[in-house]
């Protein structure tokens, strides 16, 4: 029953803004580890950002600065706020759910479920 999904991915150039949005259902995202991850060609899946117990939010360096990790509870919705976007953040772009209440994590094994994908390219 459990199910995200990402919207908000597209191309954009160099130095331009999105919003992905990650809607779910089934589960809450107030009463887990929530995070957005992406994974470029070539690439393995990496931690964009992360949002766990007590508020409390991490980002990649490459993400610090540029990206914003929020929600909106009363839509059980997640967002990433991405500015100033470069080519390298051209990726698939996946939120991630754990299987519950933690602090913010980067790790892949440490969520349980997993949105599609949307894509974002950045062009020069």
């Known amino acids: 029953q459990a199910q995200l999904v990402e919207s908000g991915g597209g191309s954009v150039q160099f130095g331009g803004s999105l919003r992905l949005s990650c809607a779910a259902n089934?589960?809450?995202?107030?009463?887990?580890?929530m995070g957005w991850f992406r994974q470029g060609p070539g690439k393995e899946r990496e931690g964009v950002a992360s949002?766990?117990?007590?508020?409390?939010?991490t980002y990649a360096p490459s993400a610090a600065g540029r990206f914003t990790i929020s929600r909106d509870t009363a839509k059980n919705t997640l967002y990433l706020q991405m500015s100033s976007l470069k080519p390298e953040d051209t990726a698939m772009y996946y939120c991630?759910?754990?299987?519950?209440?933690?602090?913010?994590?980067?790790?892949?094994?440490?969520?349980?479920?997993w949105g599609q994908g949307t894509q974002v390219t950045v062009s020069s």
């Open positions: 991630a759910a754990g299987g519950g209440i933690g602090t913010p994590s980067l790790t892949p094994s440490h969520y349980d479920y």
């Open positions: 949002y766990g117990f007590s508020d409390r939010i």
């Open positions: 089934g589960i809450s995202i107030d009463t887990r580890r």
